[in-house]
């Protein structure tokens, strides 16, 4: 079974940080890109955040670029997204992700390619 699991989700105050987790499992993490999703109620599933395969590459969505940072440990199946700043807006439910490439068209990226992995998701909610 592939699967990917996020966790870590929760309330975080404006001005905190939290920082999510990806667990895969059934899959060789080292050769696909990874990257993270969120959607807010009412609005479409945003990609927000890719990293490559090959060199680490990171690339984000104009709305969290310079507060959010994705990483990985292909030796340890897993991926990350540190959320710093939180703004409300930022609430909703996250999914991280596995693919072939990262498509980068400013101000969004995704993860992109026939072959494809999704979590279940983590509710994030900012809140004072």
């Known amino acids: 079974q592939k699967q990917l699991v996020e966790s870590g989700g929760g309330t975080v105050q404006p001005g905190g940080s939290l920082r999510l987790s990806c667990v895969a499992s059934g899959i060789r993490l080292n050769e696909y890109v990874v990257g993270w999703y969120r959607q807010a109620p009412g609005k479409e599933r945003e990609g927000i955040a890719c990293m490559n395969s090959h060199d680490n590459a990171e690339y984000y969505a104009d709305s969290v670029k310079g507060r959010f940072t994705i990483s990985r440990d292909n030796s340890k199946s897993s991926l990350w997204l540190e959320i710093n700043s939180p703004k409300a807006e930022d609430t909703g439910v996250y999914y991280c992700?596995?693919?072939?490439?990262?498509?980068?068209?400013?101000?969004?990226?995704?993860?992109?390619?026939?072959?494809?992995?999704w979590g279940q998701g983590t509710q994030v909610t900012v809140s004072s």
């Open positions: 992700a596995a693919g072939l490439w990262c498509s980068i068209r400013p101000p969004n990226v995704a993860v992109a390619g026939r072959e494809a992995y």
